[in-house]
């Protein structure tokens, strides 16, 4: 749709009335348009979008999550994303040496809840980072470059399904809670296996974002003028065309730019068969089926617990909640398959506001299998504030 520069001036004013109510993280014209460019100024969608993610944040504790959370260290130390230093609009340049990390080590080493958890931590990062930029610039800074290098991707990483799993989801958490953050991407050294990556990638991502992505192959020259075009060669290792070095000359300022490890084994989560505990209870779940728990929460900020694992095989877990005469049903935790066969499942999310909450089983993927699960799901109400 294509809108006017008056008419998006409007639109935006409409759109402020409208969430006057949010407690934005960012309460700026430049970061409340990006909710309506990521909806094509449809001004209904683009409120709901923005709500829906207010109540994620708020559900999840993001808000919280870089002075609360403690990122497991096997994330810290093997997750191949640096941020290296700006590129000439002063947004934030971060290096993803994609091709070379271990991933397998990566989701061996931690739970599939603390990786997705540590894309949020990482974006939450990013987030500060553009508004210090902004702050010594006097300018706005609401967008970020990425340099994804491919170089070392083989279908062995991209044929491992867990994998290919979490990202998929990783992305959709990011289009539908940080929308219009990317200025660039430049994708580098891409082998041929990456067109079977980008075509499962494709589907989940907005034009807007497909738009701003650059695919460049194995021609450094190539690559290396495109990303100068953009990043001061001050701003860039050596190894990606820039003049920067560590202290020691190393091209690849190995200090800041993590270029991908492999995880030793000392990480490895240990994923014995999990042993159910005395409060739990249990049912079967046939093949083919789903099983819904609903909680009826009247007290908003109360807190929704669970805990849970199967005897044989993953499931599909999701947590969401609906009010009745509401005609729509919202995801806190989005649908997604668990190793909970593995190693006990846990989490936690605050119930923003009174509703019907729904724990939601799913083995309707499985056409042999029945599953024994052993669960407990508690609501606790808020804590009364003893100052008052």
């Excluded at 309460?27 to 409120?47: C, H, P, T």
């Excluded at 003049?243 to 190393?250: A, H, P, R």
Aim: proline share 4%.
């Amino acid at each position: 749709m294509v809108v006017s520069c008056e008419t998006r001036g409007e639109i935006l004013k409409r759109f402020k009335r409208n969430i006057a109510d949010c407690n934005l993280i960012d309460d700026s014209d430049d970061y409340i348009v990006k909710w309506l460019v990521a909806r094509d100024f449809d001004l209904d969608q683009a409120e709901k979008m923005l709500r829906r993610s207010v109540e994620w944040r708020r559900a999840n504790r993001v808000d919280e999550i870089l002075d609360q959370w403690e990122p497991p260290v096997a994330l810290v130390k093997y997750y191949p994303m640096s941020i290296i230093g700006n590129d000439k609009f002063y947004c934030p340049v971060s290096v993803v040496a994609f091709g070379k990390a271990d991933w397998r080590g990566i989701l061996q080493s931690v739970s599939k809840t603390d990786y997705l958890r540590y894309l949020t931590y990482m974006a939450e990062t990013n987030y500060v980072l553009m508004r210090k930029n902004s702050l010594l610039t006097g300018k706005p800074v609401t967008l970020q470059t990425f340099i994804i290098d491919m170089d070392g991707l083989s279908m062995r990483q991209m044929s491992y399904k867990p994998f290919r799993e979490v990202g998929l989801e990783a992305i959709k958490i990011s289009e539908a809670n940080y929308p219009e953050s990317l200025r660039r991407v430049f994708i580098i050294n891409a082998p041929k296996v990456f067109t079977f990556v980008f075509s499962m990638v494709k589907p989940f991502l907005h034009q807007a974002t497909l738009d701003k992505i650059s695919v460049f192959g194995f021609d450094r020259n190539e690559w290396s003028v495109a990303l100068l075009k953009e990043i001061d060669a001050d701003q860039l290792p050596v190894y990606y065309g820039g003049t920067m070095t560590d202290s020691n000359g190393d091209s690849k300022c190995s200090s800041k730019v993590n270029m991908g490890e492999k995880v030793p084994s000392s990480y490895y989560l240990d994923v014995g068969r999990s042993v159910p505990k005395d409060d739990m209870t249990f049912f079967i779940l046939t093949r083919g089926t789903k099983k819904k728990f609903e909680f009826k929460v009247v007290a908003a900020n109360s807190t929704l617990k669970w805990e849970f694992m199967t005897e044989e095989g993953d499931i599909g877990f999701r947590v969401y909640y609906y009010v009745k005469n509401e005609n729509e049903k919202v995801d806190v935790v989005s649908n997604a398959r668990l190793e909970s066969h593995l190693m006990m499942q846990e989490g936690e999310i605050v119930c923003t506001r009174p509703a019907i909450y729904v724990v939601q089983f799913d083995n309707s993927y499985s056409y042999f299998s029945s599953k024994k699960i052993w669960y407990r799901v508690i609501v606790d109400l808020p804590s009364l504030d003893k100052s008052d």
